[in-house]
């Protein structure tokens, strides 16, 4: 997380804008995979898979941080006891973090874009659930995280695509159709990506 204290001294251009894999994208653990970058910088990158779901449950998370007991937890509204949990990336992966707008504000949040901040401390997550919390948000456990260069040197090897990041594709929940959607909005017919990829 020093790569997101860092880098967010400095806005790196990569700053609040999705990363979606390539077809000949070789880890598979990115394959289709859309990433919203948190932080960006000479020193490396940080992101959040959007469009992966963790088997666990928001209010599972709740219950093992005791911020409510079972009986809480059952009666949560249903908006919130729906309230997914993604699979951020490899690293960290029992961390949560919660992307969210700007309308929620602790001494923990940090901003990463005009009107987006990132918040990972157990505050936000009892706002949530109390009904106190931001107006958008997603939360996941783990995150991605790239060295120095070595982001802009596998997008140059045609590893990822990049786009800006419209507010309504980074909090909907319609998570399985999000890589698609995404490179329709940026006016790209999969099958010429598949074919371009093809040569890298």
């Known amino acids: ?3 997101f204290r860092d880098a967010n001294k400095e806005t790196g251009f990569l700053n609040g804008q999705f990363l979606l894999a390539m077809p000949g994208m070789e880890d598979s653990r990115f394959a289709r995979s859309v990433i919203y970058v948190c932080a960006h910088s000479e020193k490396g990158a940080m992101g959040l898979i959007i469009n992966r779901v963790q088997d666990m449950e928001f209010a599972d998370i709740l ?8 009986q809480q937890a059952i009666m949560m509204p249903e908006r919130t006891r729906d309230f997914l949990v993604r699979n951020g990336g490899p690293v960290e992966v029992r961390r949560g973090f919660v992307l969210h707008s700007d309308d929620y504000l602790t001494d923990s949040t940090m901003p990463v874009a005009e009107e987006i901040c990132l918040t990972g401390t157990v505050d936000i997550l009892r706002a949530i659930s109390g009904g106190r919390g931001p107006r958008k948000a997603l939360m996941t456990l783990g995150y991605s995280g790239w060295a120095s260069g070595q982001l802009e040197n596998e997008i140059a090897n045609n590893g990822w695509l990049t786009c800006q990041a419209p507010h309504e594709m980074l909090f909907d929940t319609d998570i399985d159709s999000k890589y698609d959607r995404i490179l329709a909005y940026m006016g790209v017919d999969p099958s010429r990506l598949a074919s371009v990829a093809g040569h890298a």
Do not use: S
Request: hydrophobic residues 55%.
């Open 63 to 70: 219950v093992q941080l005791g911020v409510l007991d079972e």
């Open 1 to 3: 997380m020093e790569i």
